[in-house]
Every structure is written in C-alpha cells, then in structure tokens.
C-alpha cells in the first residue's frame, strides 16, 4: 500500500464512515451527504455486506445503521462486531425510527455511542451529529 494518494490530501485523513440500512434510497442518499461531508464512505445494505466488507479491512472510524433490517437487525451487527472484535475504536450510531426505552438501554449496552432518530433529523443534521462524534474521540 502507498501513501502517494494521500500525500496529497489535507495532513488530516477523511474519516471513514460505514452506511448500514436496508433501504437503497436512504443508503444512496445519505452515501452523497456523507461523500460531500469529505467523508470515505462504504455503503451496505445488510448487516452481512457490512460485516464482510470490515472483515476484508475496512477500518471505519463510523458505523451508522439502522436497527430494523431483514438478515440481521443493528442488534445482530453490534453483537457480531463485539463478538469478532472488529473495529472496536469505531462509533457506532443508531439511525432509526423506532426506539423504544427498552431498545435503547439494549443499544447502549452492546456497544453504540448514540442513536438518532431519523424522522427528528434532515440529512445535513445527521452528518454534523456524526462529525461531532468524530471530533469528540
């Protein structure tokens, strides 16, 4: 691997997010928003695509995913990536619609930094929340 690429970038790497949600339109879109943020971003649509793609070495420094998905809930993904131990250091932040306490309590325990609720936020709002994560670490 060479550094030649990056040696022209900024002296501060993009950071790499992962975009987990079953819903191509929502992945697609937040994809662009992230891109645009100067973000690295990997895209999957299920909880097995985003597994593979960080076992096979995505170093995501984000792993923002929805909870309801067929295949594999946020709750497997969190579970598994406790379990193999993969990117122990990445944030990883809920985008969801439904959340309850209980699910909340559950999130938090297996791992997540936060959660946000999709319908309380636009896009652009999503992205300064994950920024602010970033900055804080």
């Known amino acids: ?18 975009l987990v949600d079953d819903d191509k339109f929502l992945l697609d879109m937040y994809a662009l928003k992230f891109t645009q943020a100067g973000f690295n971003v990997h895209a999957a649509l299920s909880s097995a695509d985003a ?7 995505f170093k995501a420094d984000v792993i923002l995913f929805d909870i309801i998905m067929p295949e594999g809930d946020g709750f497997f993904l969190l579970d598994t990536l406790k ?3 993969l990117v122990p250091d990445a944030a990883k932040i809920a985008l969801t619609n439904e959340m309850n306490e209980d699910e909340q309590k559950k999130i938090t325990e297996l791992g997540a930094t936060r959660f946000i609720v999709k ?3 636009i896009p652009s709002e999503v992205v300064n929340s994950v920024t602010e994560v970033i900055r804080k670490k």
């Not at 597994?51 to 070495?57: D, H, I, Q, S, T």
């Open 1 to 18: 691997m060479s550094n030649q690429a990056s040696s022209t970038q900024s002296a501060t790497a993009k950071p790499n997010i992962m």
């Open 51 to 57: 597994l593979k793609a960080l076992r096979e070495g």
């Open 83 to 85: 379990e193999e131990k």
């Open 119 to 121: 319908a309380t936020m």
